[in-house]
């Protein structure tokens, strides 16, 4: 299978969103598309789909769009739910629809087998059985069962019509079918989004085995790392591809930036003394022809163009803590976190300038954790205590605007009348606020937009206690660098709860893990955490070998006897399994029953059964033998 765009361009009106596509896909690729909010990622994946929306674009060549047969195309959006009233469980089945058809019809022939002999249904039984193997017919269930599980699902939830499910459920929903309905080239647009780590661990397993090609819009950097073997990147309404994974694609950038950088400065200078040459000899009849010789040497050279500054804007630390803290900020004991009923009971202490990571499957009580420190949720028990002259903000995830008519200066000014008109300006600029921007209003601002403006606001405030409820949702990978800079040079303390490891990983010096049936404080960054896990199933495996070792000396010295005599009732019951096998191939080659379909089958079935006795004697057996050795 193979995809190919080339020198395509997609416009909207008069204006141009990617003026210069060339992108290919292979078979079995892993791509990964990469850029700042708006830059055209997802218009790319619309248009992989209907190249309709292509035209002509700027490079030289001609324009086209290749494919290798007929792909199959998965993409999110397209997928819709024909029916809300039925279970979930059903509309995801509806994927193995192939198999489930290949299930009834193999329950008919073996029903028809019952009372016919006709050698026909035989080879049409055999042929059907052969193509419910390779379509894994044997495995499916498990397959979804699993996808739904590790989705947040529970047993009662595949039952539940789709109409009971919430937003979020539903596109969870579409996502489990789309990845197990397996497409030639799967598109995904921000897959991780809303998926706890738990899920987005088993996803990136997933996908590293998914057997067709897959493209990836992301801006999850340690998801995109583990997956993508090729990274495409969208600037300035051009793609430029990198090999290798997202690690890899920032390394060749600045290489690639550097060198082209340092060799357009040497032409430059290298153009300015031919000219200057040519300049001071040019009208001297004896220097004339070597004046000449420079200005031909510069028009022959190839041009080499001024590389594209790396589009980096990014959020700037020019927001001072009002006070300082005292040195202990936070210390809770016992707290029972919930609603009607506990979810979670945690206990920690946070001190001056440290910086607190929580992590954990979804529904487990992280955000209820900030809220009850805010004091907008009562604690069902326990207690908890700031420290002294702790002044805390807090960014809710949910949080929204007063009046959405305002325009970004207005709802700044609102919030802080007292500055002047060039404070003002200066703080919103220190979150990419400029000139037009500061006029727009709020309802007219991207998600990652109106993250910034809300960030900006608690931070003019200069608290030394910042609680975050996932603040990089929404943002975009620049972004997200961006407010990893700042809160690594805030000087407060922080705690910020995030499914981004990558984010937590470079900001968290301690973790707070809510885990299935307990929270564990971690003294440690989320590497550290991964590696202190690591450790724990290692343990656990060396602990099993170790009693396995323990059990098999206790057999040579204690139980010898037993286990020898056990071994050879085992012989004695395979050898007369094995003589009963020999009668029934006997009376299977008998004339009357060669011609009798029905009864060679019940036979079969017999010797079927016998044989897979034998099968598990001969494994216990030579379990029995090892343990004695």
Same mark, same amino acid.
């Given at each position: 299978?193979n995809?190919k765009i080339?020198?395509g +361009?997609v416009?909207?009106?008069?204006?141009?969103?990617?003026e210069?596509?060339?992108?290919?896909?292979?078979?079995?690729?892993?791509? +990964?598309?990469?850029g700042?909010n708006?830059?055209?990622k997802?218009t790319l994946?619309?248009?992989? &789909?209907d190249n309709?929306?292509?035209e002509?674009?700027?490079?030289?060549?001609?324009?086209? %769009?290749?494919?290798?047969?007929t792909?199959?195309?998965?993409y999110?959006?397209q997928?819709? /739910?024909?029916?809300?009233?039925?279970?979930?469980?059903?509309?995801?089945?509806? %994927?193995?629809?192939?198999?489930?058809?290949?299930e009834?019809?193999?329950?008919?022939?073996?029903?028809?087998?019952q009372?016919s002999?006709?050698?026909?249904?035989v080879?049409?039984y055999?042929?059907?059985l052969?193509?419910?193997k390779?379509?894994?017919g044997?495995t499916?269930?498990?397959?979804?069962?699993?996808a739904?599980?590790?989705f947040?699902?529970?047993?009662e939830?595949?039952?539940?019509k789709?109409?009971?499910?919430?937003?979020?459920?539903?596109?969870?929903i +579409?996502l489990?079918k789309?990845?197990?309905?397996k497409?030639?080239i799967?598109?995904?647009?921000?897959p991780?989004?809303?998926?706890?780590i738990?899920? =987005?661990?088993?996803?990136?397993?997933?996908?590293?085995n998914?057997p067709?090609a897959?493209?990836i819009v992301?801006?999850?950097?340690?998801?995109?790392?583990k997956?993508?073997?090729k990274?495409?990147?969208i600037?300035?309404?051009?793609i430029t591809e990198y090999?290798?994974?997202?690690?890899? /694609?920032?390394f060749?950038k600045?290489?690639?930036?550097?060198?082209?950088?340092k060799?357009f400065e040497?032409?430059? #200078?290298?153009?300015?003394?031919?000219?200057?040459?040519a300049?001071?000899?040019r009208?001297?009849?004896?220097?004339?022809?070597?004046?000449?010789?420079?200005l031909?040497?510069?028009?022959?050279?190839?041009?080499?163009?001024?590389?594209?500054?790396?589009?980096l804007k990014?959020?700037?630390?020019?927001?001072?803590?009002?006070?300082?803290?005292?040195?202990?900020?936070?210390?809770?004991?016992?707290?029972?976190?919930?609603?009607?009923? +506990?979810?979670a009971?945690?206990?920690?202490?946070?001190?001056?300038?440290?910086k607190?990571?929580?992590i954990?499957?979804?529904?487990k009580g992280?955000s209820?954790?900030?809220?009850?420190?805010?004091?907008?949720v009562?604690s069902?028990s326990?207690?908890?205590e700031?420290?002294?002259?702790?002044?805390?903000?807090?960014?809710? *995830?949910?949080m929204? /605007?007063?009046?959405?008519?305002?325009?970004?200066?207005?709802? /700044?000014?609102?919030?802080?009348p007292?500055?002047?008109?060039t404070?003002?300006r200066?703080a919103l600029?220190?979150?990419l606020?400029?000139?037009d921007?500061i006029?727009?209003?709020?309802?007219?601002?991207?998600?990652?937009? #109106? %993250?910034?403006? *809300?960030?900006?606001? &608690?931070?003019k405030?200069?608290?030394?206690?910042?609680?975050?409820?996932e603040?990089?949702?929404?943002?975009?990978i620049?972004?997200?660098?961006?407010?990893?800079?700042?809160?690594?040079?805030?000087?407060?303390?922080?705690? %910020?709860?995030?499914?981004?490891?990558?984010?937590?990983?470079?900001?968290?010096?301690?973790?707070l893990?809510?885990?299935?049936?307990?929270?564990r404080?971690?003294?440690?960054?989320?590497?550290?955490?991964?590696?202190s896990?690591?450790d724990? =199933?290692?343990?656990?495996?060396?602990?099993?070998?170790?009693?396995k070792?323990? !059990?098999?000396?206790?057999?040579? !010295?204690?139980?010898?006897n037993?286990v020898?005599?056990?071994?050879?009732?085992?012989?004695?019951?395979?050898?007369?399994?094995e003589?009963?096998?020999?009668?029934?191939?006997?009376?299977?080659s008998?004339?009357?029953?060669?011609?009798s379909?029905v009864?060679?089958?019940?036979?079969?079935?017999?010797v079927d059964?016998?044989?897979?006795? =034998?099968?598990?004697?001969?494994?216990l057996?030579?379990?029995?033998?090892?343990?004695?050795?």
């Amino acid at each position: 299978m193979n995809y190919k765009i080339v020198n395509g +361009a997609v416009s909207y009106g008069a204006d141009t969103i990617l003026e210069e596509i060339n992108f290919e896909i292979k078979e079995k690729d892993k791509i +990964a598309i990469v850029g700042r909010n708006g830059c055209g990622k997802s218009t790319l994946l619309k248009a992989i &789909i209907d190249n309709g929306m292509l035209e002509q674009g700027i490079g030289s060549s001609k324009f086209g %769009v290749y494919k290798q047969g007929t792909p199959v195309i998965g993409y999110l959006k397209q997928i819709q /739910f024909d029916n809300a009233d039925i279970s979930m469980v059903e509309e995801i089945k509806k %994927v193995y629809l192939p198999i489930i058809l290949l299930e009834n019809k193999i329950n008919e022939l073996e029903q028809k087998l019952q009372s016919s002999s006709d050698d026909r249904i035989v080879k049409e039984y055999t042929d059907t059985l052969e193509k419910y193997k390779f379509l894994d017919g044997y495995t499916y269930k498990k397959e979804y069962e699993t996808a739904i599980y590790k989705f947040g699902f529970t047993k009662e939830d595949m039952n539940k019509k789709i109409s009971e499910f919430s937003g979020g459920q539903k596109t969870k929903i +579409a996502l489990i079918k789309l990845i197990l309905s397996k497409p030639d080239i799967l598109l995904l647009d921000e897959p991780t989004n809303h998926l706890d780590i738990e899920t =987005i661990e088993w996803l990136e397993s997933y996908l590293q085995n998914y057997p067709n090609a897959t493209v990836i819009v992301s801006h999850d950097r340690m998801f995109l790392d583990k997956i993508v073997n090729k990274v495409y990147e969208i600037e300035y309404g051009t793609i430029t591809e990198y090999t290798g994974n997202f690690t890899a /694609f920032e390394f060749q950038k600045r290489v690639n930036y550097e060198k082209q950088l340092k060799d357009f400065e040497y032409q430059q #200078k290298e153009i300015k003394r031919l000219k200057d040459i040519a300049d001071r000899f040019r009208y001297k009849p004896t220097k004339a022809k070597m004046a000449l010789s420079k200005l031909k040497k510069i028009e022959q050279m190839k041009i080499i163009e001024e590389p594209n500054k790396y589009d980096l804007k990014s959020f700037s630390i020019n927001f001072k803590l009002k006070e300082e803290s005292g040195n202990l900020v936070l210390k809770v004991k016992d707290l029972k976190i919930g609603y009607d009923k +506990a979810i979670a009971n945690v206990s920690f202490e946070l001190y001056r300038g440290q910086k607190l990571g929580i992590i954990g499957a979804n529904g487990k009580g992280k955000s209820t954790l900030l809220r009850t420190l805010m004091g907008h949720v009562n604690s069902l028990s326990g207690n908890f205590e700031f420290g002294y002259h702790v002044n805390k903000e807090y960014f809710d *995830q949910q949080m929204g /605007f007063e009046d959405e008519n305002r325009t970004v200066i207005e709802e /700044f000014e609102n919030e802080f009348p007292k500055l002047t008109i060039t404070e003002t300006r200066s703080a919103l600029a220190s979150f990419l606020f400029y000139s037009d921007d500061i006029d727009r209003q709020i309802k007219l601002l991207s998600g990652g937009e #109106k %993250v910034r403006l *809300q960030l900006c606001k &608690i931070l003019k405030k200069g608290p030394n206690l910042l609680l975050l409820d996932e603040p990089t949702n929404h943002m975009d990978i620049v972004g997200k660098e961006s407010l990893e800079n700042l809160l690594k040079a805030y000087t407060g303390t922080l705690i %910020v709860v995030s499914h981004d490891r990558y984010f937590i990983n470079k900001i968290a010096d301690s973790l707070l893990v809510f885990e299935e049936d307990r929270v564990r404080y971690f003294d440690g960054n989320y590497k550290e955490y991964l590696e202190s896990r690591k450790d724990s =199933i290692e343990k656990v495996k060396e602990e099993k070998i170790k009693e396995k070792s323990n !059990n098999s000396s206790y057999l040579e !010295n204690k139980e010898k006897n037993r286990v020898q005599g056990k071994i050879k009732r085992l012989e004695n019951e395979i050898s007369k399994l094995e003589e009963k096998v020999e009668e029934l191939h006997k009376e299977m080659s008998e004339d009357d029953v060669c011609t009798s379909y029905v009864r060679l089958a019940e036979l079969q079935s017999q010797v079927d059964d016998i044989e897979k006795q =034998i099968e598990d004697k001969m494994n216990l057996w030579e379990e029995l033998n090892s343990s004695l050795e």
